[in-house]
């Protein structure tokens, strides 16, 4: 569409034809090629005085119709050989016809399709396909998020409607419903992963940084380390339970040496020489802390018969 119809070089003498008004649909604008500028809408006429005062001898003709823009086209994305097809409807207006005058905007059909490829990659450029959806919310915005409006302002043309469409080819809307299927089985993974990683810390009572550990190995190596902390916890727990049974086995024996009647003391304590020596676990069967440490059959004997009381003794003796 045509903005500058026609320029033309006005006589401003008084002795001349006036000057015409415009036609609906245009406005004349008079510049002096400087920077001084008169719009003349129709039903307006300029004087030969106010030509002569600012030398306003250059006259423009400007279309001000509604002008209808239809725009569909592919335009790319940050990946290579991957599209937005991008589909506009808007009405432009020339407002400000002393703008359009100076910036010598002559087609503005030239002026935005030389433009838009520029305001739209502006937008596009720096989104991956798979973003498609937020960058139809921004198209839908194009004037005001790329330099479309303050660039048509410039020269004087107002957007008066704007509507805008984005679709991608099916190819590739098929690979963003696949990759974002797998997002959501590799989500789900981690989420499980951390569940079997909770019910590690909880039932073998492991440390934060024996979990944090196993975090990157393979599973055989997890698991090889996981039965591997099981067994050894396993194996001190029936050695613990072993030696206890042994040293209850060992003082009951005792017990009953010491309570034989038909026993003299000397022979007492050579039986339980015989034994051989005795294990110090936490579990020893000696539970007075007092008494020092059994290093022999007959310290065994002291140590062991002070702990029964006296009236059983008295008792087995009278027997």
Known sequence: MEIIKSID????????????TPYQGEVFVYSNGYGASKAIYPGERITKTEM??????????ISILPYSYHHNDEHPSSEL?????????????????????EKELFNLQSYVDESLPYWIKSVTESYPIYRYLEVEQLIKKLPSESDMEFEL???GVEIT????????SKEDLEFIKE???????????????????ELEKKEMGWKKEDIEATRDMSDEEKFRTIAGKDVQAKYYEDKLKNDQRIQEEKQKLINKILLDSNLEDEEKIQLIKNMG?????????????AIPK???????????KATIPASRLEDEDDE
């Open 9 to 20: 070089q006005v006589n401003a003498s008084f002795f001349g034809a006036k000057e015409l």
């Open 52 to 61: 002569k005062a600012q030398k306003l001898y250059t006259k423009y003709t």
């Open 81 to 101: 050989g991957k599209n937005f097809r991008i589909n506009l409807d808007f009405h432009l207006k020339v407002t400000n016809p002393k703008a359009a005058a």
């Open 153 to 155: 302002q410039e020269r």
């Open 161 to 168: 409607s704007f509507r805008s469409s984005l679709t991608i």
């Open 179 to 197: 990759q974002e299927r797998l997002d959501r089985k590799f989500k789900i993974l981690e989420q499980e992963k951390e569940k079997v990683r």
């Open 277 to 289: 020596e005795v294990s110090e676990k936490p579990q020893t069967f000696i539970s007075n802390s």
């Open 294 to 304: 059994v290093g022999s059959g007959e310290s065994i004997f002291k140590a062991t």
